[in-house]
């Protein structure tokens, strides 16, 4: 990810998927931003009980699946 690039989450099914996460640290910051949502009472998009599984857990599940949407933004 290059350094003038920004990540963020959308709704719109248009958007890219998990065939576009071209590396590690895109998961990652893709997925804490998810968790963040969730922690702040987001509902999960898999089938996960959030009371037996930590907000982290659910969200890296969620991108793996392709059910975060993401944009990736360039910044000027």
């Keep these: 990810m290059a350094k003038n690039e ?3 989450l959308s709704s719109s099914q248009e958007k890219n ?6 590396s590690k640290y895109r998961l990652i910051i893709v997925a804490a931003k998810r968790s ?3 922690q702040r ?3 999960p998009r ?9 907000f982290t857990r659910i969200a890296i599940e969620e991108v793996q699946q ?3 949407n ?3 933004t360039k910044q000027d």
């Design 66 to 68: 392709g059910k975060v």
């Design 36 to 38: 963040k949502q969730l």
């Design 6 to 8: 920004m990540v963020s």
């Design 41 to 43: 009472g987001a509902r």
């Design 17 to 22: 998927n998990r065939m576009d996460m071209d």
């Design 46 to 54: 898999i089938d996960f009980d959030p009371l037996k599984h930590k």
């Design 70 to 72: 993401f944009e990736i």
